[in-house]
């Protein structure tokens, strides 16, 4: 009875001791968990705190990707509208630069006309100086033969003369048989040819060496230049001014360009031009 009262006794004790500690562990773990229940609330605040923020920030990164895409947007308009002036810009050089060509081939063109045609007036300048030059040798022939055909009429005016003193002392002495023969070729040899020769002789009009005033001989309206009939002969020298006059009306001023003995090629100084002249206006040097 001893025995089985004290063995109750000790299990009871261990229950006791098992029930103690059970409760112990369940304050313990109570405890516990309100510890971390606790931490767990603590946690979760931080945790909406910091989400809140988060979305704070997101919210403001949002607000910053819509800028920078609008910005974006107006970038790749920009980039769009840079790129269409290129291409603009690119079509307009190579229309500029072909027109360029164009222009230039152009030019080049009229300027090989230009020296083909100076080349052609050159040569007539040549040509028509040559014939200048003949003219001139003709007209001098012309003026030795007139000088000699003077001569002639002064030596038939000499002889004129004194057949007349011979008919008049013929008459005083009363030769009347030779007076009426001699009459007849006092006037045959005289009259007629010399009023002739001196009528040839004025239509014979010459530049002299001296003159310092000419006449246009050609307008070329295509190169814009003009030939007068004055040259070296005359003093004038490449360079030198010279005005164009319609009797006594100021036409504008000209630059010769080439000088020859007889004739002369210039240019007209802007305004004046080619439309203004005409041949056989006088050309004299500026003063």
Known sequence: MKKSGGTSIVILSLLIVILLSGVAISIYLYSKEAQIRKETEIALVATKDRNVKIEAALNDAQQQIDVLKGKNKDADDKINSLLEELDMEKALREQVKEENKKFKDALEAEAKGKIELRQKMTAELDAAQAKIVEAQNKVMSSEEKATSLQQKVAELQQKNDEIVKQLKEMEEGQLIRR?????????????????????????????????????????????????????????????????????????????????????????????????????????????
């Open 179 to 287: 007076s009426d023969a001699l009459p007849v070729p006092v006037s045959a040899p005289v009259a007629a040819p010399v009023v002739q020769d001196k009528v040839n002789l004025d239509r014979i009009v010459i530049t002299p060496a001296s003159a310092k005033e000419g006449k246009v001989l050609n307008v070329d309206t295509e190169t814009e230049f003009l030939i007068f009939d004055i040259g070296t002969k005359s003093g004038v020298k490449q360079g030198d001014m010279m005005s164009v006059y319609r009797g006594k009306t100021y036409l504008g001023d000209v630059k010769v360009s080439r000088a020859q003995e007889e004739m002369s090629a210039a240019d007209f100084i802007p305004p004046f031009s080619s439309r203004k002249v005409r041949k056989n206006d006088q050309v004299v040097p500026k003063r």
